[in-house]
């Protein structure tokens, strides 16, 4: 779940650039392609609707980014799925431009990763661009975090419930 999260991620990162790219050059035009290894993710943003996210919709805050601020780009959009790890069992100078970049990008992740072994996870901020954020228990609450809710709320109340039976 957190890898289909992430790609997610790395796709509004895409849209978001070419959204940046788009004001400050205005008169751009063209065609994109964007890969990515992982069919989920590319199918959501694929077929995002066109007014709104359904209310249960896992990830909802990352497609809403993108359905919101990424919907009237000045390029037209083509996405193309990138077997993943690729380079496992061919060498990397006879993949295609696309899967190189793909095993050089998780390779970049891996690298990054590794070296936040053992520590705690960095905290959330709010993705660009996005105007209202809730935060329970120091975590982002999206419309598929009804557990998270639910986890704070009888956190807050074991707590009070432990203070007055004098067990904490």
Request: hydrophobic share 40%; charged share 20%; glycine share 6%.
């Amino acid at each position: 779940a957190n890898a289909y999260r992430a790609e997610l991620i790395g796709l509004m990162a895409v849209h978001l650039i070419l959204l940046a790219v788009s004001r400050t050059c205005r008169e751009l035009s063209g065609h994109v392609k964007i890969y990515s290894d992982c069919l989920g993710a590319l199918g959501r943003v694929l077929h995002l609707p066109g007014t709104r996210i359904p209310s249960k919709c896992k990830h909802a805050d990352i497609l809403k980014n993108i359905m919101i601020n990424c919907k009237n780009l000045p390029v037209s959009l083509e996405y193309f799925h990138v077997r993943g790890h690729q380079d496992d069992k061919t060498s990397f100078s006879d993949l295609c431009r696309p899967a190189q970049l793909n095993c050089h990008m998780d390779h970049i992740a891996k690298t990054v990763l590794w070296g936040l072994e053992g520590r705690e996870p960095l905290p959330q901020q709010a993705f660009p661009l996005e105007p209202i954020t809730t935060w329970v228990g120091g975590h982002k609450l999206t419309p598929d975090t009804c557990a998270e809710l639910r986890f704070w709320v009888h956190r807050q109340l074991a707590k009070e419930a432990f203070r007055e039976l004098k067990l904490m």
